[in-house]
């Protein structure tokens, strides 16, 4: 906690360090134009994250993700208790991304990982990631999950009319669907049981239909049997082991569903900044009807708890 930010102690798990991007009044983003915004809004803590590190399979990602990392984890470092890092990961290089596991633990001490829903078309629940979440269930890791392009996402949104509406507005909610499924239907999360997944924008469009899955139970080619192998526990209690940032996701009936499904110990204040000033999320928040606790809980509280270091 720090005792220079103005009004209540919050911790924004959806930050993003994004050197080139602009905001919304085309300005270059910067460590200053971060800490002014969360100074304004109260925001105490922001857990970052890189923005895109180049593409997926150009030859010089794994160096760019190397030193974003060490840039990232510099700027938290010359702003102690303001910035956390989520480490980024050369993916799909498997021993890259295991090489560069280790460094951002144990020379960096990140606060965790973010990976995306995929990388291209290569889909996060793909077999030839299992060594790194084995070795990040060994860290006992928290993962921030991020949705990504994939390679048809241009077309449907020439589909969609025109180029303002773009990937993050159907897609990446959908592309999160997409990797959470598959996580729980080939039984990553029970086999990693020591990984806290942070899906962000509250899973996507996976919330509402948790119901159309259950109800494969009564498909003929499914049924209770089958829908059992594939979710042991049950799709409701499997998919409430995940956290959830709610970035883009405070509308009362989105929260209202989260509430129901998952622990609200699980649901997180994020502002996807700087894709999103940070005055936008907080407004969403503060408009919510929530109990106190529940309040103070995705304000800060269940951040805290996941990283002890950011104490409120």
């Known amino acids: ?52 590190v180049s593409d997926w399979a150009s030859a010089d990602r794994p160096a760019r993700v190397r030193a974003w990392n060490e840039w990232g984890m510099r700027a938290c470092l010359d702003h102690p208790g303001r910035f956390g890092l989520f480490a980024s990961l050369p ?62 996402c241009a077309a449907l949104s020439r589909a969609y ?3 303002d509406i773009s990937s993050p507005w159907l897609e990446f909610p959908v592309n999160s669907a997409r990797a959470i499924l ?15 997944f942070i ?7 996976m919330p509402p239909l948790l119901g159309r899955i259950f109800g494969f139970s009564g498909w003929k080619t499914v049924g209770p049997t089958k829908l059992a192998e594939l979710f042991p526990d049950g799709i409701y209690a499997e998919f409430a082991k995940f956290y959830f940032d709610c970035g883009q996701a405070y509308a009362p009936e989105t929260m209202a569903l989260l509430q129901r499904i998952v622990p609200v110990s699980h649901l997180l204040f994020g502002t996807d900044f700087s ?17 106190p606790d529940v309040r103070a809980g995705i304000a800060g509280g269940n951040a805290a708890a996941l990283f002890p270091r950011f104490k409120i």
Not at 110 to 129: C, F, K, M, P, Y
Not at 275 to 291: C, M, N, Q, R
Request: glycine content about 8%; some cysteine; overall charge negative.
């Open 182 to 196: 598959g996580l729980l239907a080939k039984g990553i999360t029970r086999s990693h049981p020591d990984i806290r």
């Open 91 to 152: 993916l799909p290089q498997i021993d890259l991304a295991l090489a560069e596991i280790a460094y951002a633990f144990d020379v960096l001490k990140v606060d965790g990982i973010a990976i995306s829903t995929n990388e291209g078309d290569l889909w996060l629940s793909d077999d030839r990631n299992r060594p790194v979440f084995d070795e990040l269930n060994r860290r006992k890791a928290v993962v921030f999950v991020h949705p990504a392009p994939t390679s048809n």
């Open 1 to 52: 906690m720090t005792d220079h930010v103005p009004g209540s102690v919050t911790i924004d798990i959806h930050h993003h360090f994004n050197p080139s991007s602009k905001d919304n009044d085309g300005n270059f983003w910067s460590i200053d134009m971060a800490l002014d915004q969360m100074d304004q809004n109260g925001i105490a803590t922001a857990i970052a994250s890189l923005g895109p």
């Open 161 to 163: 009319g025109g180029s």
């Open 199 to 205: 899906f962000c924008h509250g899973g996507g469009v």
């Open 275 to 291: 894709y999103f000033p940070i005055g936008h999320s907080v407004a969403e928040f503060a408009a919510l009807d929530l109990t």
